[in-house]
């Protein structure tokens, strides 16, 4: 038998088969790495929410009525004074439902969010997103 064959015993850590001892400290390295690493959310130089009176419009992606709703384009408008930049860690592993939108300013610029909770958006800046929770 060769080691590709699907007859042998023998498999290998990164194979879909083996899911070793490898595999499960690959995992544990990757949480740690995440756990680990700088975040930028929570920075002085975070800017701040805009005010509602800056808002244009804000809109949410429509979802299946299954989908819990953490915002509505009211609320979220009448929360931007109360979230603030923090330092926040998305949960890892299964499967969870995010709701998005935008929110567009008097002066042309579109800001991408998406939130998994109701007291925390991540507005996309180009680079990681960051995340404002509510105070």
Sequence with gaps: MTVG?????ATHSLS?????VGAGLARILCCLALLLWPTTAADAETPPLPA?????????KPQ?????????PEKLLA?????KPAAVMAPI????WAQSGVIV????RVL???SYRDDLIAVETGGAPVVYVME
């Design 5 to 9: 064959d699907p007859r042998s015993s």
């Design 16 to 20: 879909p088969q083996g899911r070793g």
């Design 52 to 60: 509602p009176d800056q808002v244009f419009a804000v809109a949410v």
């Design 64 to 72: 299946a009525k299954q989908h819990p709703v953490f915002f509505t």
């Design 79 to 83: 929360s931007l004074p109360r979230l």
């Design 93 to 96: 592993g299964g499967k969870i």
């Design 105 to 108: 300013l008097k002066d042309g």
């Design 112 to 114: 991408f969010w998406k």
